[in-house]
């Protein structure tokens, strides 16, 4: 497992972070350590075996289809830029 | 243009179907376009720290019938993900949706082509929530955001490669659409975005395997701008191939207005989702039974509801697509021919004079399909008003002022209204007889005429009885007697 400064790179911008350079080295190294400790499971032969995507196997409950009343503008009213209509955000360019 | 010959166009879509429930996919905030801004959001909407989501079982069952409908394999465990990307309309950072196991896999849509019907294969179907809206306003600095459509249901239908001209990728649409409506899982309505349309296009040498390189334009929310645009993308992807040019990955943007896409962003290496299953939602597990319950509340398919009107009771192609290209009015119809041994009459009627009847009727709030409660007259009176013909009781003329009496009065039956008004066909052929001797007495001018050659003037000869008769002569026997009475 090898995790490069270009990998670290990647990550930054795809999660929108910005780290100096001190960081950059302490974030690639965390990682490769991270990394390296969960490797330990590869040991395990997992061929055959279904992939767990959840503790539980029972099945999520379902909603059955009925409207509420919701928090509604209240929900979004925290927001920063909460104008009383709508939520007002930096400009996006398509 | 010339160089167009030598090459074909080769279409995936992907299209997104808004389905129609009364709350969102995770919360239960209202499912419902057109109300006042961030009206209708929970605090699962909008990504607030601690919620959970809980998947709401009729989209869940809405996707069930969509698979079953298109003959897709339905995954009884199926899995959400999540899907991360940054967009100020996105409140949670990552929209819920499926990857690896989504619900449905395979499948197909058929559409009408020139050369007949063909199956479009379908690589996957699945559920997602759809994000907010972000509006643009002209001389703002900001952008702004309407979290109302932050996670309303949504399947995403994705097609194979397997549509060749823009023409065959706007049939599809229309196949998906009509099946999608009388699913009663999507309103359809285009103009609202509820079908909404982005179309994977390239182009390669005729009698080339391979693919071409492909762009995707995104967002295309008729059918006919999906056409439009497939039509200039491929023409682009030619010229630019033709000229010695490479044609790029992209996402590209359709604008209605100016009748060209432009490149919304290049896609120089894959996009990363880090799609993984959502540790919120625990895997959707149905049973076989589920699937049996959902199949048995399905209605038939436009298709072969077609083919049944046609082929098991014996109605015009043209007369079978009209019935059933309304779900009312193809229900109306299965009532009044339910057990009638002529359900091409009662076709006829309800397509022509009850057709016309509902068009004068027609209200703000029949939105342009057939209503029953508007035109009032139930289906057993134009079954026994067919009746009454085939039985010969009744000529198609009377069969008219039957028709206008049942229109006005609806809660009449037509045997009722025949006894009534004394409009039974009459059978006393000596009296016939006798009344065509007198009208060929009293027109010798037309007799003339009509023994000189004119067989035109026959049509009058039976006018003349049938308004003599008020119309109460059978039709065939007035024919017989007459011709009887001019040779």
Known sequence: MTVTDQTIDDLLKLARLEVDAAEHDRLRDDLLRILTFVEAISEVDTDGVEPLVHMTTAGDPLRSDEAHDVLGKAAVQGSAGFTGEYVRVPQVVE | ?487
Request: hydrophobic residues 40%; charged residues 25%.
């Open chain 2, 1 to 487: 243009m010339s160089v167009h010959h030598d090459y074909e166009t080769v279409i995936g879509l992907e299209c997104h179907v808004q389905l129609q429930t009364a709350s969102k996919l995770f919360s239960p905030a209202r499912n419902r376009y057109g109300d006042a801004p961030n009206e209708n959001v929970d605090v699962v909407d909008a990504g607030l720290p601690g919620v959970l989501p809980v998947p709401n079982r009729r989209a869940v069952e809405f996707a069930v019938r969509l698979g079953l409908a298109l003959g897709c394999d339905i995954h009884l465990t199926n899995v959400f993900a999540r899907k991360h990307y940054f967009y100020p309309d996105l409140p949670k950072g990552y929209q819920i949706s499926q990857f690896a196991r989504p619900i449905c896999t395979g499948g197909s849509v058929t559409i009408e082509t020139d050369q007949g019907e063909r199956e479009v294969r379908l690589t996957r179907i699945h559920i997602e929530e759809d994000a907010g809206k972000t509006l643009h306003r002209p001389g703002e600095t900001a952008s702004f955001c309407d979290y109302n459509r932050a996670g309303t249901p949504l399947l995403e239908v994705v097609s194979e490669p397997d549509l060749f001209s823009a023409d065959e990728a706007m049939a599809y649409y229309k196949a998906l659409r009509e099946v999608v409506v009388h699913l009663g899982i999507c309103d359809g309505n285009l103009q609202e975005g509820s079908m909404r349309a982005d179309a994977n296009v390239s182009v390669r040498k005729k009698g080339s395997g391979a693919l071409g390189q492909r762009t995707e334009t995104k967002n295309l929310n008729s059918i006919r701008f999906l056409g439009q645009a497939i039509e200039a993308e491929a023409h682009r992807q030619v010229v630019e191939l033709s000229a010695g040019g490479t044609i790029k990955a992209q996402t590209r943007l359709w604008d209605a207005d100016k009748k060209e896409s432009r490149v919304m962003r290049e896609k120089e290496e894959a996009d990363d989702y880090r799609y993984f299953p959502d540790p919120d939602l625990p895997p959707v597990v149905l049973t076989a039974a589920d699937l049996a319950t959902i199949e048995s509340g399905m209605s038939e398919l436009p298709r072969a509801r077609r083919a049944r009107y046609q082929d098991t009771l014996g109605l015009a192609p043209e007369a079978a697509a009209t019935l059933c290209a309304d779900l009312a009015l193809a229900e109306y119809f299965e009532q009044a021919a339910a057990g009638h041994k002529n359900p091409v009459s009662v076709a006829n009627w309800i397509l022509n004079d009850l057709s016309r009847l509902m068009g004068e009727r027609r209200t703000d709030d029949d939105e342009g399909g057939f209503s029953a409660a508007t035109v009032g007259i139930p289906p057993a009176a134009i079954a026994g008003l067919v009746t009454l013909i085939d039985d010969k009781v009744i000529s198609s003329t009377i069969a008219k002022k039957v028709f206008a009496e049942l229109a006005a009065d609806p809660g009449l039956r037509p045997a009722d209204i025949v006894e009534a008004k004394g409009w039974r066909v009459q059978r006393d052929e000596g009296a016939l007889r006798a009344l065509i001797d007198e009208i060929v007495a009293q027109n010798p001018d037309q007799v003339a005429q009509y023994k000189a050659g004119k067989d035109k003037l026959f049509a009058f000869f039976v006018g003349q009885v049938m308004k003599r008769t008020k119309g109460q002569a059978d039709p065939a026997d007035v024919r017989r007697l007459l011709q009887a009475a001019l040779s």
